[in-house]
């Protein structure tokens, strides 16, 4: 037998041994084929033991819906045309353009019998004037009317005492006592004062020179507060002692209820919301200082109604009465209005006659 080199024995020896050596780190490192799955996923924790009388648990909560992208194009807008989805409610159908308009609803019957659940009327107040030129109302006292007021220097109403009773049918009121009633503007020194106080007390000085321009003085001078159902107010009295003894004393009430305008309006935007009451009288027929002031205190705000819109020239012409009376043929015919022409025949015209 032939004998085996044994340096080429030791090198076999070195080959397989490193041999070995590399598949041993190989299976070390490298995973194996079962390896290579999943590994299989834990098993939940065991649900909670459910307690009795305890409310059931919470629903887990939705995810939050994702961010909208800022660069996404705007969604087209609905179209007007499309059908409505399925289940949805019918809507109105569309007003057609070329509908008739509808007729305007008839006028009220003014003949119409009155509803007898409407709300009745309140009564007027007795003795209670409108005035609409200086835009107030008042109530007449007892024992006074209303005169004409066309030749007043100022104020838009005045009143006159009445006779005693049992004065003869033309008996003439008093010619020493009289009221004045009126809106207070700028037309009176008094209306500049923005304060009532000094509005009346101007006012009362003014008119006593105004009415009694005699040399005297001026005594028991008085300051009456006024409410005219909210408007504050106030009233200025005075007597005057002549220095004529022959005369009998002056008295003068003068009182103003209202707002003053405020600072700063326009001058074509000023109206006044005050009016003044001013009370003449003497030591004959003095002045009821509680009449006036009830006087003062009853003036209202008041402006006239709209006036009632114009007739329409198209509405129909109403039919004639069939219960009135026939015309009377022999009545003579109406005259022509001014500007209406009237025809006239040149042949039969007097003073249009052609020359012979």
């Known amino acids: 037998m032939d004998q085996v080199d044994p340096r080429r024995s030791r090198l076999s020896k070195s080959l397989s041994l490193a041999a070995l ?5 190989a299976a ?29 648990p919470a629903a887990p909560a939705p995810p939050p819906p994702p961010p909208a992208d800022p660069n996404a194009p705007p969604p087209a807008p609905a179209d007007p045309n499309a059908p409505p989805p399925p289940g949805a409610p019918p809507g109105p159908p569309p007003a057609d353009p070329n509908a008739p308009v509808p007729p305007p609803p008839p006028p009220a019957d003014p003949n119409a019998p009155a509803d007898p ?51 003869p049918p033309d008996a003439q009121p008093p010619n020493d006592t009289s009221v004045l009633l009126g809106r207070l503007d700028l037309k009176l020194f008094a209306g500049a004062e923005t304060d009532n106080t000094k509005a009346a007390q101007r006012l009362a000085s003014d008119m006593g020179e105004f009415f009694m321009p005699f040399p005297g003085t001026r005594v028991n001078q008085q300051t009456i507060p006024l409410d005219a159902a909210g408007l504050d107010g106030v009233a200025s009295y005075y007597e005057v002692k002549f220095t004529d003894t022959n005369k009998p004393d002056g008295q003068i009430w003068a009182g103003v209820v209202g707002e003053p305008t405020a600072p700063g309006t326009p001058r074509g935007q000023r109206a006044p919301e005050r009016w003044f009451v001013v009370w003449l009288g003497t030591a004959q027929n003095p002045v009821p200082q509680d009449a006036a002031v009830t006087l003062a205190n009853s003036i209202r705000p008041w402006s006239p109604p709209p006036p009632p819109p114009p007739a329409d020239p198209n509405a129909p012409v109403p039919p ?15 005259r022509p209005a001014v500007g209406v022409p009237v025809p006239v025949d040149p042949n039969t015209a007097p003073g249009m006659m052609p020359p012979a």
């Open 21 to 25: 050596t590399g598949a041993t780190m």
């Open 28 to 56: 070390l490192t490298l995973p194996s084929v079962a390896h290579a799955q999943p590994a299989p996923p834990p098993e939940p924790p065991p649900a909670p033991t459910a307690v009795e009388g305890a409310p059931p």
């Open 117 to 167: 659940n409407a709300p009745a009327e309140p009564a007027p107040e007795p003795g209670r004037v409108n005035n609409a030129a200086g835009g107030f109302s008042y109530v007449v006292p007892a024992g006074w009317k209303v005169a004409d007021a066309t030749q007043l220097s100022y104020g838009q109403a005045l009143l006159t005492k009445l006779p005693p009773a049992g004065a």
């Open 320 to 334: 004639a009465d069939p219960n009135a009376p026939p015309p009377d043929p022999n009545a003579p015919a109406p």
